[in-house]
């Protein structure tokens, strides 16, 4: 067959790529691929502010916490195979394509289970875990690929496949089955610890593989950002219904002081998460990839979860809400405190080591959040309230920029020192 009559993205031999490929970087697909994850991401977050906005909290979290999960394990498989085997070709594009049709089948399930969550009845998970399933099946054949065409990972890809096949039937049994709630919440626990397991039984962490530090410390900045993106979102849900006057230009105090803390708070907690090399402390520390890729899940929901308060506090100030001022403000506080301690604690784990500063600037900002909390039940407006939440990431902000990075610095080095 002469060269004018092949493919343009023929298929090429899945056997592994460089760890140390110079320039490395997120290819359309994979930017493609997040903005599937973004409607994910954002129907789980409306959901959860209009339940909680309704006063039902703890299933509004327990809602929350089971779509997040789902949501970060999917991207978080797709992200590391891509990171060691991305191709590129016809047939790589093809299965990443049914992976997005399973997101989204699964962000349309959401609604459905959420709504479930707060009826307190069956628990519908039928629609969430076809488009789970289908995302898991399409990694899969991915990893069959790889088993066929790398004979270095064959073990390692047939385990993934094992492992992976037999937690998807699992799901599919707590999808269809009819079973007591207690029933199904076990079961979820167990499959949970499966699926985060699987990177032990498979490879022993996530050393198996040929992922690509820089790579996949870009890719995880990418989703940090798309995440932030529902800040912006919650932010314009909450200041949208609080403009007055036909036109919608008389601005209200409250309104500015929404935008003000709602885009103020996603740019300092954007600010944050990029003052951590975390390319660079994965190049240093590649036996702790599985921390770092699993500890973002507790960090991811703390994102959308800030932006899902920021909607809810919108909701209150709208009169469209049942908490108290003290609640309102707490679903924002909460998840704003889980996204700063987690980056706090994902840098202490990856570099094994805590640093006074550090603990200096986590109890500055944990006493500032509390702070706020505490004036809104003093009776402070909550718009000003929403505005001491804003300055939360700003404690760690001031705090790197002034001595943080170079102490950082120092701790950079002394994992290039022999011993480390």
Same mark, same amino acid.
């Given at each position: ?259 003000v803390a709602g885009v103020g708070l996603t740019f300092g907690m954007w600010w944050v998460y990029f ?47 049942? +908490?108290?001022?003290? !609640? @309102?403000? %707490? #679903?924002? &506080? ?6 700063? *301690?987690? /980056?706090?604690? =994902? ?20 006493? +500032?959040?509390?702070? !706020? @909390?505490? %004036? #809104?039940? &003093? ?6 309230? *929403?505005? /001491?939440?804003? =300055? ?29």
């Open positions: 067959m002469s060269n004018r009559a092949k493919p343009a993205h023929r298929l090429v031999p899945m056997t592994g790529r460089d760890p140390e490929e110079p320039g490395r970087v997120s290819s359309p697909l994979e930017l493609l691929f997040d903005l599937t994850f973004v409607v994910a991401v954002g129907t789980a977050a409306s959901q959860l502010a209009e339940m909680l906005a309704g006063g039902h909290a703890t299933q509004a979290i327990t809602a929350f916490v089971l779509a997040m999960f789902a949501i970060c394990v999917a991207w978080i498989s797709f992200t590391w195979f891509a990171s060691a085997f991305g191709t590129d070709d016809w047939l790589y594009r093809v299965l990443t394509m049914l992976q997005m049709i399973g997101v989204v089948v699964f962000a349309l399930g959401l609604p459905a289970m959420f709504h479930s969550v707060e009826e307190g009845g069956r628990l519908e998970l039928r629609a969430m875990v076809i488009g789970y399933v289908v995302m898991r099946i399409a990694m899969v054949l991915q990893w069959w690929r790889a088993a066929r065409q790398s004979p270095s990972f064959h073990q390692v890809g047939m385990a993934n496949i094992r492992w992976t096949v037999i937690a998807q039937a699992g799901w599919i049994v707590v999808g269809f089955v009819e079973l007591p709630l207690a029933a199904v919440f076990t079961a979820f626990v167990v499959l949970a610890i499966l699926e985060l397991a699987l990177p032990l039984l498979t490879q022993g962490g996530a050393g198996g593989t040929p992922w690509h530090p820089h790579h996949v410390a870009e890719r995880y900045g990418l989703f940090a950002i798309i995440t932030l993106g529902e800040g912006v979102v919650g932010t314009v849900a909450s200041s949208g219904d609080l403009l007055g006057g036909p036109n919608g230009t008389d601005w209200s105090g409250n309104a500015v002081a929404v935008v003052a951590v090399p975390f390319g660079d402390i994965l190049a240093r520390r590649r036996g702790r990839g599985y921390v770092f890729g699993y500890g973002h899940i507790l960090l991811f929901m703390g994102i959308a979860g800030s932006g899902a308060g920021l909607h809810v506090a919108g909701l209150d100030l709208e009169h469209h809400s049942n +908490l108290g001022p003290a !609640a @309102v403000v %707490l #679903s924002l &506080a909460v998840p704003v405190g889980l996204y700063l *301690l987690m /980056v706090y604690l =994902l840098h202490i784990l990856l570099l094994t080591t805590a640093d006074r500063l550090h603990l200096l600037l986590i109890s500055l900002t944990l006493a +500032l959040l509390t702070v !706020a @909390v505490l %004036l #809104s039940t &003093a009776g402070v407006p909550i718009a000003a309230c *929403l505005l /001491v939440v804003m =300055l939360a990431p700003y404690v760690t902000v001031i705090g790197y920029e002034t001595i943080g990075h170079r102490h950082q610095q120092h701790m950079l080095k002394n994992l290039d020192s022999p011993g480390s």
